[in-house]
């Protein structure tokens, strides 16, 4: 017989959704709107960010802006986004699927800590590209924005059931393609409404910048609401 200690998942998941809430609470006091994008790898995650970085630069000062991006093993997104002077820091998981709050500590500490928080309005999170992990483990952001892309299938939603419901807003990208690979996006949208009807669903293309407005102005009217 030997000592051994277990790791059950859900204990892992339950400890950060603790930790979530804690961090959800500083960027409540720090007054920072914190936008966490979530999705399979290549469903546009990084180029929706950009097209909404180009609203953002525009209303904002680039000083009060800071982006996490979490990347396996590269930088590339990092220094895609860098080039809008915003605030940036790469967090590589060297290998695991997803972010956990204790990443988001780290460089939340390397950036400044609370201090630096508290000068800035917006944190926008890129978590590691995947369907599943990440959404087991909040961020603490106050919207977490589902981007899933028409090319990934008409079953996307139904065949991620848990990573719909607990999505703040969704966003089905890359809709200028559907027409050439036969995806019917209605169905798409039922399958979003009716696994959680909660959810607003928008049609984007981060390449055509088609919908992107309309994304930018309900993240503006989130930061507002959570301001007053
Ligand atoms: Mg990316």
Do not use: W
């Amino acid at each position: 017989m030997v000592d051994r200690v277990v790791f059950v998942a859900k204990d892992v998941i339950e400890e950060n959704k603790k930790l979530a809430m804690r961090l959800k609470g500083i960027y409540d006091s720090c007054g920072i709107t914190a936008l966490e994008f979530l999705g399979g790898p290549g469903s546009g995650k990084t180029t929706l960010i950009e097209r909404l970085l180009e609203y953002m630069v525009k209303d904002f000062k680039s000083d009060e802006i800071v982006y996490i991006g979490g990347d396996v093993a590269t930088t590339f997104d990092t220094e895609r986004i860098s080039s809008f002077g915003v605030h940036t820091i790469q967090i590589n998981t060297g290998g695991t699927c997803h972010l956990e709050v204790p990443h988001i500590e780290a460089a939340i500490e390397r950036l400044g800590g609370i201090e630096f928080l508290k000068k800035r309005k917006f944190l926008i999170i890129e978590n590691v590209g995947n369907m599943i992990c990440p959404f087991s483990f909040p961020l603490g952001a106050h919207a977490r924005i589902m981007v899933a892309d028409v090319a990934e299938g008409v079953d996307k939603f139904l065949k991620h059931p848990l990573s719909t419901l607990v999505s703040d807003i969704i966003i089905i990208n890359k809709i200028d393609l559907a027409e050439y690979i036969g995806i019917n996006v209605n169905k798409m949208i039922e399958d979003a409404h009716r696994i959680n009807p909660k959810a607003p669903v928008f049609l984007a293309s981060a390449k055509t910048r088609q919908g992107i407005n309309d994304v930018y102005n309900t993240l503006i009217s989130l930061s507002k609401d959570l301001s007053k």
